[in-house]
């Protein structure tokens, strides 16, 4: 099978590879690397370049971002909050499959010390991460989570999954809370909302559904990044209708941006390098990077928490602010520049009451300097040899704090890519933060599998390595969400990860793997 055929590109949330369709990667190799303009690689050549452009965006968005890092890490967390949980219950009762189907055989109390309440721990643990990724995903995803029977209240889905991730993080990298603050912190306050019937805080509490989730924010930002790159790199012979006759503007691509016009007030722009868009992607920018809980702590406004850790609670009202509270907004973005960036978006913040983009990217970049909590962190990235405790924490975390100091120096940049990638202001320094911040993981033109990105500073046996325990613990984290929540033997769908690879020995590898974290093998499960 060859590369990815469904699309252009695709970025994968939860295997945390690029992919690229093989006409995308073919035609890449064949006008070399590098920042192309129209002119020098032909439109052919600056489409798929702009393909690389949108898929890489998205890499950025879930690794170089406040809540893309908090959901990017629900994966691992949802498996590590859960393992002592699981080989307890597993020791109690014997190796059941699954642990949802479970309880439901199980009779007697449901408390503390009991055996139906550790399985219920471990259900409802689980799916409050899931909670917290549907909630803030889209209206759909948003409905079936409150529906759920296991469902309490958005709060207490946001609540346990920043808790329960700093706690994974801390454990890994910062066991004496230098830099994170301690979930312990938060329990009480969020306990006295709980008991005042805080709306969203308590169980039956109405759920708010916001117009767009982080699905509609995420492409939204991706797609017109794409897009002002290709009208820069054309010279800006290219426009809306070209976009749409090319099929790039349509469906989930443009409805945040209307949702955008539609709060700010504004009319749908002339072009697309108009200061309109450039407001449009600083407030994309703005919704998936709160700083609600990390980095900062909390010390107040615990009523607002889930509005300020929500991207399409901030988006919304970050675009009604434009309207109500900053209409010099609609007009500051012109060239593109740190200064406009900083002023609009310290703006916004302080009408919002969060902090801001900036003050974030500093808070951040200064985790990682000399003397400061993260430092061997960073070294570990360097030279790419990880220790093995936690790996894909580590890898996902360095990755972050890498992209917030070099975010925190050029946040236009950041922000706006398609302007700085091509046309006037174009520059080696652009072509230098494209490739240091490009994903760890990609396709090939002829393979779907999933192969490690080489660096030319790191030895290849060494990304190898780390590539080859990363996903030996993410294949873990998998067969682990089936153990609790999927009924039926254990499935072993990984040819994702290559295509190579017999299945008998991609299973063996699983396997090993699988034993080696919880001491039994998966071929010894009892389904229910």
Known sequence: MNATLKAHGLYSSFQYVLRLSPAVHKKLAEVGGGIKT???????????????????????????????????????????????????????????????????????????????????TIVNNHFDFGAFRDLTF??????????????????????????????????????????????????????????????????????????????????????????????????????????????????????????FLKETGLPWPSTVDHPTVALFLLICDMAINPGAGFPFPITHHFASFITDTDPGARFTMLSALVRMKCPDAATMIRRYSRAEYEAVSTMLAAQLLVESPMSIAERCSKWSAPGAPFESLMREKDTFDYAPTNLPVRVLFSHFLAFMQDKFSRPEYFCWPGAWMAGERAAEEARRLFEKHQALF???????????????????????????????????????????????????????????????????????NFRQVYGIYPDDVECL
């Open 138 to 259: 889209n209206q759909k995803t948003a409905r079936a989570a409150a529906e759920n029977p296991f469902f309490e209240s958005v709060g207490h889905s946001h609540e346990i999954t920043y808790g329960n991730n700093l706690l994974v993080l801390a454990a890994t990298l910062d066991p004496e809370f230098r830099a994170f603050q301690h979930p312990r912190d938060w329990e009480g306050p969020f306990q006295e909302l709980r008991e005042a019937k805080t709306p969203g805080f308590y169980y039956g509490s109405r759920v708010t559904l916001w117009p767009v989730g982080v699905h509609e924010i995420f492409e939204g930002q991706a797609c017109f990044c794409q897009l002002q790159y290709l009208t820069f790199a054309s010279g800006g012979r290219l426009g809306w209708d070209d976009y749409r006759m090319l099929g790039m503007l349509h469906g989930v691509y443009e409805r945040a941006f209307q949702l």
């Open 38 to 120: 129209s002119r020098e690689a032909g439109f052919d050549g600056a489409q798929a370049f702009s393909t690389l452009l949108h898929e890489t965006v998205h890499w950025w968005q879930h690794i170089g971002s406040t809540y893309g890092l908090m959901l990017s890490l629900t994966y691992p967390v949802q498996a590590h909050a859960n393992y002592k949980a699981l080989k307890e219950l597993a020791d109690k009762v014997g190796f059941k499959k699954s642990v949802r189907q479970l309880i439901g055989q199980l009779s007697g109390p449901t408390g503390p010390g009991t055996i139906r309440g550790l399985a219920n």
């Open 442 to 512: 990609i396709d090939k033109e002829d393979d779907d599998g999933v192969f490690p990105r080489l660096h030319p500073d790191k030895e290849e046996a060494q990304v190898q390595k780390v590539f080859s325990a990363f996903y030996a613990t993410t294949v873990t984290y998998d067969l682990t969400d089936q153990w609790i929540s999927q009924p039926g033997p254990f499935r072993y769908g990984y040819d994702w990860l290559s295509q190579t690879t017999d299945t008998s020995v991609m299973k063996a590898f699983a396997d090993g």
